[in-house]
């Protein structure tokens, strides 16, 4: 590079490395389980100082855009505005300023590209987003959230979602090369600013990482605007610039051998943990004993003394739904939906069944009356229950069977 670093530059830079480095070893990256400790205990504490009303409590979990976050970048920004000013008025001479400028560059790069593959993987291996569950198309399209819906439409093309995953991993994959960076922080921007875009949109909460990603994968093209621009805008021959490497030229060929082995480790590891997460979790993982939906077809509560009692709809069970091992929902006949852990013993025909909350945990008794029903019976939450489940085929409804057509006539808009 061997440029000079005028003031301003110097405090924009600094400005930039604080933040971004200390940004990334905050959220997903190989050192953030380190520092996390560190931030629930300082951050909540900031957040009373700028004069927050309540105590935080939430942090961050499927949601990456809590208060404690918001809190957090602001604290970052603040951290970083001075580290900057007392790093800008240090003398550091150019060729040093030019060091610095790789170091970032190289954490950048490896830390989108750690973005990319694990976000990728997620989506090349059908886990992000799945399709449609028997409660899911149950469901009336005016009661999903925004987010509900995105994770609908895009769960229901698995070729859509491995596509999309296939490009987040090529970003990343061309992030790891400091030949390709460039090609590869233009395809991760592209990637990223649409899926950005979609967060806010569909008011998904991981806008906070999307943006940082967008902006950082911004910052690595714009190494190369002066060139990028003569070629895209001015029609000109361009040749692109490799940067030079961080380490010097006797121990380069060291460095590439240590590199590209742990990032063979570290692609062969994700690999492999993402295909059983698959084999668990996928799309072809097997089903469990109650997959799919129930439709409750007789329903009698009793209490104590063996009195029928009557019903609300509150209470009343018309659905049961299970999707996944370990999980399952009722809906309610007044539609309330009720989450809660269910693990079926095969062996003494129990359903186990107890709340997220440790409010109940209780077994009812199960056994199979044909090939599509089951009767279900015991002491629910200090009632007895007793009930016919009837397995409905969703493979029936149109989302599911419709399929695709290289050949439509006329549109087929329902």
């Not at 990319?116 to 799945?130: D, E, N, P, T, W």
């Not at 649409?194 to 806008?207: A, T």
């Not at 104590?304 to 999707?323: M, N």
Request: charged share 20%.
């Amino acid at each position: 590079m061997n440029k000079r670093w005028p003031l301003y530059c110097k405090i924009g830079f600094f400005f930039l490395a604080f933040y971004f480095v200390v940004y990334g070893n905050s959220s997903q990256f190989f050192f953030s389980f380190v520092f996390e400790g560190i931030w629930r205990k300082i951050i909540p504490w900031f957040a009373q100082i700028m004069g927050h009303d309540t105590a935080i409590t939430i942090f961050t979990n499927g949601s990456g855009d809590t208060t404690y976050n918001y809190y957090q970048i602001y604290f970052f920004a603040i951290l970083a505005a001075l580290g900057a000013l007392v790093f800008a008025f240090i003398k550091i001479k150019d060729q040093d300023m030019d060091l610095f400028h790789r170091l970032l560059t190289t954490f950048l790069r490896y830390y989108l590209a750690s973005q990319m593959i694990s976000y990728g993987f997620a989506k090349v291996f059908y886990l992000q987003f799945r399709f449609p569950s028997a409660a899911r198309l149950d469901q009336e399209l005016g009661d999903f959230s925004p987010m509900g819906l995105l994770w609908t439409f895009m769960g229901y093309s698995k070729g859509y979602t491995i596509f999309t995953g296939a490009l987040e991993l090529l970003g990343g994959l061309l992030l790891l090369s400091r030949k390709t960076t460039t090609l590869g922080a233009l395809v991760t921007f592209g990637v990223m600013l649409n899926v950005m875009m979609l967060n806010f949109c569909y008011d998904v909460p991981v806008k906070i990482l999307s943006s940082h990603l967008v902006m950082m994968s911004l910052f690595l093209i714009l190494l190369d605007g002066k060139r990028l621009a003569q070629f895209f805008i001015g029609n000109k021959i361009s040749k692109l610039a490799v940067p030079p490497s961080i380490v010097p030229p006797n121990i380069e060929k060291a460095k590439n051998i240590v590199k590209w082995s742990v990032l063979g480790i570290y692609f062969t590891y994700s690999l492999f943990s993402y295909a059983q997460r698959s084999l668990d979790y996928g799309p072809n993982a097997p089903k469990p004993l109650f997959y799919g939906k129930y439709a409750v077809e007789s329903f009698y509560q009793y209490d104590d003394s063996l009195q029928l009692k009557t019903v609300a709809d509150s209470v009343r069970w018309e659905a049961f739904y299970q999707s996944w091992k370990g999980h399952a929902l009722i809906k309610t006949g007044s539609e309330k939906i009720i989450r809660f852990k269910f693990n079926p013993d095969t062996v003494r025909h129990i359903l186990e069944i107890s709340s997220y909350k440790d409010d109940f945990e209780d077994e009812l008794f199960y056994e199979r009356l044909d090939s599509t029903r089951y009767h279900v019976y015991g002491i629910f939450q200090k009632d007895s229950l007793d009930m016919i489940f009837r397995k409905e085929d969703i493979n029936k409804r149109l989302l599911v069977k419709r399929g695709f057509h290289w050949i439509n006539e006329y549109p087929f808009n329902r």
